[in-house]
């Protein structure tokens, strides 16, 4: 067994996956085959759900019936949304709350004592943790600007029934469907930080919760599913500065400082997420008449992209255009990560599912450089 340390796994093929596959070289991304262009704007999010979890796009009748699974499966219990405001009552970070918030819903699951190799009542977990963790999201923020909870519009899409309940106001078709595309292109991307941490945790057989709960965690980290926060923090100091977005760029790169939203670990051209939102962004900035967020974007891909950086493989990500997209949609930029859990969290089932069907425990070896003859010695003789 070869020693050869390979530090982050960086390059390290550990599964096989039907399910999604990044090429970063010439920036194409498909979901089961289908490229994602075609599913952010010819399916919602119901469809790409059903397709991540049972292989194929659904007929009419099954994502009818799919989607009325996943509607019956919105309300959480009171008890759990007390806890939710008292998590924003003491200012808890969003993502922790939904952290502590999913793992509670496991309290009130009617198929806990269910075995943990029963494909179908994993799969009906997944579902309610699907359907639930929208309205968890919105009860938080709602609680922490001093509101109650939005009941849920069984009436109303995945994406535009989040909005509801997190605005009190039926969105529009382009924010509705914006906010689709945005679940949609999130949901899976191959073997990142999250998806493999709830492998990880799908190997020992543990339950979906525990899977979601781990991919929450790594999902929280700033080296993971914070950059579109740090690119609308960028673009809010631009703003603050009232200086060109070209001339803020030259004088903070010749400070050192990096431009989030620019470099992927695997794409080496423009992510093509970054294109839909990007798209999107214009469709919401014509709709609305605000621009800003748009010329500034615009402004800084493009003079980034004319000093070589797009040639030299560091191209815009999906993150450059999130961050502007949920702004113009009103969500807070504490909650653009756990917006990306809430996508996302439809992938980590996927994978886990898709691992357990041919199940071995993940269990890498680290290279030791301890010491190897230490002489012990007593607690009363040191």
């Known amino acids: 067994m070869s020693d050869e340390l390979k530090r982050g796994l960086e390059g390290v093929v550990v599964a096989e996956s039907g399910l999604s596959h990044v090429d970063g070289q010439v920036g194409k991304l498909v979901y089961r085959g289908y490229d994602i262009e075609d599913l952010a704007l010819k399916a ?19 994502l009818d019936a799919f989607t009325d699974e996943l509607v019956a499966e919105r309300e959480v219990d009171d008890d759990l949304l007390e806890t939710v405001a008292t998590l924003a009552e003491a200012d808890e970070r969003p993502m922790a709350a939904l952290r502590t918030a999913t793992s509670m819903l496991s309290a009130y699951e009617p198929e806990a004592d269910a075995d943990a190799e029963d494909r179908d009542a994993a799969l009906r977990k997944g579902r309610r943790i699907t359907a639930k963790i929208p309205t968890i999201l919105a009860a ?63 190997s020992t ?30 673009l809010y100091e631009i703003d603050e500065s009232e200086k060109d977005p070209v001339e803020w760029v030259i004088d903070v790169r010749e400070s050192g400082r990096r431009i989030p939203g620019f470099g992927h670990r695997v794409y080496k051209v423009k992510d093509p997420r970054a294109k839909l939102l990007q798209a999107k962004l214009r469709d919401l900035s014509e709709s609305s008449g605000d621009t800003k967020w748009l010329d500034y974007t615009t402004a800084i891909e493009e003079y980034l992209t004319e000093e070589g950086l797009v040639e030299k493989g560091i191209a815009p990500n999906v993150d ?41 425990l993940i269990r890498p070896r680290a290279r030791y450089t301890g010491a190897t003859d230490a002489e012990f010695v007593p607690i009363d003789e040191r």
Do not use: C
């Open 205 to 234: 057989m543990a339950d979906i919760y525990s899977g979601v709960i781990g991919g929450i965690g790594a999902l929280s980290g700033p080296l993971h599913g914070g950059a579109n926060q740090d690119v609308m923090e960028v």
């Open 320 to 360: 450059f255009y999130s961050g502007s997209v949920y702004d113009h949609l009103g969500i807070p930029l504490d909650m653009f990560t756990p917006i990306f859990a809430m996508s996302r969290a439809g992938g980590w089932i996927a994978h886990v599912f898709e691992y357990q069907e041919d199940n071995r």
């Open 140 to 202: 938080f923020e709602r609680a922490r600007q001093g509101e109650d909870p939005v009941d849920p519009d069984p009436s109303l899409s995945h994406a535009g029934n989040f909005l509801y309940m997190l605005t009190g106001t039926e969105p529009d078709a382009v924010s509705e469907e914006t906010f689709d595309m945005a679940l949609t292109i999130h949901a899976d991307h191959g073997l990142n930080a999250s998806t493999f941490t709830g492998m990880v945790i799908g």
């Open 44 to 62: 919602e999010y119901e469809e790409v759900l059903y397709l991540l979890w049972h292989g194929e796009l659904p007929t009419r009748a099954e």
